[in-house]
């Protein structure tokens, strides 16, 4: 079948002069979209290959950042690519109100990850945040309780609602935020305000519960791993804790694996599994598309229902395009035992990292699960006083010597390493030289 455009002459230009770029971008893009730039010099991305960037320059970057922590199995993986264009060239669209294959069969396939002994079921959609929104109301709706429990450092999105549970203040507009959401203090073992343990924690959330809501809850929402807050794991008996507590209060567990999931935290597919909790609703994005626009609402059907009368709707969400790529996510991390990986090169990484820490005083701690490692510096290991200003230096050294990573955490003081699934072996070498030179130039 021919179009009637297949014989255009035109073709769509691409500048790629460094300063031309710069220049639009800031003459064309909102303040909004102008200010989250990490580097002092803007980084200009022009192709990727699996584990790999280039910029305009040709210069050659091991990412550690996976885009934040969108791209899962790595740049142009060749059945991603495949399926997508397979699917572009028949029907890019098709608006949740009409029928297609491609979405029912990725939902089938994204609920086969889950527990056994639950039925699940899945509202696709296009991003994490938009899916935090719709858990929240979800939550609200089924219990018919309003008052929601988030933890302090977490961060869940900067849509309205989103930001509402995100307690890190960087991402709280100076607007009065969503009602009816109250914070209890992170289990963090190095920074948090008990140190180490759990039950001082626990009994934080029962005054939270007791003197800050109403007494019953619409649920609570937990990163088992926090993301931007710095990769914060929640300890062993933490989230089974909560869980029990909430329910008790008539809510829901709401886990968020936006950053966490899709087997990147290695002993699991989903990072909650560690825990052993069986939760309410599952939040999934970032890493299920590897790229491409896609969140996902997983789940209990019986929780779901309540929503059965309600018009809850995304124009772009269940995108075929997005779902094709979302199939061939799971398809390569069970083929390839991407999940395996992430242990093994998790832990050789880890390795790395503690190394360093061992000669370097400004390194607090060191920490992480699979895939999702963190670097926390530090003034003084004694004070444990955050030290943003070095991160600042180190953060471009590691540009400088190929590492594409993070500066994060509520001060900014975390170096946030994330790499693609597909890393191999042979690049730890080469990440061990840049991250030790990185700290040898400071």
Not at 37 to 46: G, W
Not at 138 to 150: C, P, W
Not at 166 to 183: C, Y
Not at 314 to 341: D, K
Request: glycine share 10%; aromatic share 8%.
């Amino acid at each position: 079948m021919t179009s009637q455009f297949d014989h255009d002459p035109h073709e769509l230009i691409l500048d790629w002069d460094t300063d031309a770029i710069v220049e639009r971008r800031n003459q064309y893009y909102a303040a909004s979209q102008r200010a989250f730039v990490p580097y002092q010099a803007p980084l200009i991305f022009n192709r990727g290959q699996d584990q790999y960037l280039w910029d305009e320059k040709d210069n050659k970057y091991l990412d550690c950042l996976s885009q934040n922590l969108t791209v899962s199995i790595g740049y142009n993986n060749p059945l991603v690519t495949r399926e997508v264009i397979k699917q572009a060239q028949t029907l890019q669209h098709c608006t949740t109100m009409f029928f297609h294959p491609m979405p029912a069969h990725y939902a089938e396939e994204l609920t086969k990850t889950m527990p056994a002994g639950e039925e699940w079921t899945v509202h696709l959609m296009n991003s994490g945040a938009e899916a935090i929104d719709m858990a929240l109301l979800l939550a609200r709706s089924y219990t018919g309780n309003i008052d929601i429990i988030s933890l302090t450092n977490s961060y869940h999105g900067a849509t309205f609602g989103a930001q509402s549970v995100t307690g890190i203040s960087g991402f709280r507009h100076n607007v009065p935020q969503l009602g009816g959401v109250q914070f209890a203090p992170v289990p963090d073992q190095y920074r948090g305000i008990h140190g180490e343990g759990v039950d001082p924690y626990l009994n934080d959330l029962e005054g939270t519960i007791h003197y800050a809501t109403s007494g019953r809850l619409a649920g609570m929402i937990i990163e088992p791993v926090q993301g931007y807050g710095g990769i914060v794991p929640m300890p062993e008996g933490y989230i089974s804790g909560a869980h029990e507590r909430v329910r008790q209060a008539g809510g829901l567990l709401i886990v968020d694996e936006v950053q966490s999931g899709v087997a990147r935290t290695g002993d699991s597919f989903w990072s909650f599994e560690q825990h052993g909790v069986m939760p309410d609703i599952v939040v999934a994005a970032k890493g299920i598309g590897n790229g491409y626009p896609l969140g996902a609402l997983i789940v209990k059907r019986e929780i779901a229902e309540a929503m059965s009368k309600k018009f809850y709707f995304h124009t772009y969400g269940a995108n075929p395009v997005s779902c094709a790529a979302g199939r061939s996510v799971l398809h390569i991390i069970q083929q390839h035992e991407l999940q395996q990986r992430a242990k093994k090169l998790g832990t050789a990484l880890l390795e790395v990292l503690e190394d360093l820490q061992g000669r370097h005083e400004v390194i607090g701690t060191v920490r992480g699960r699979g895939m999702m490692m963190a670097v926390e510096l530090v003034k003084n290991r004694g004070t444990r006083e955050p030290d943003p200003e070095t991160m600042v230096r180190l953060f471009e050294n590691t540009r400088k010597y190929g590492l594409v990573a993070s500066k994060s955490g509520a001060y900014r003081n975390v170096l946030r390493i994330c790499p693609p699934l597909c890393m191999q072996m042979e690049d730890v070498a080469f990440f061990e030289e840049a991250i030790n030179r990185s700290f040898e130039s400071l």
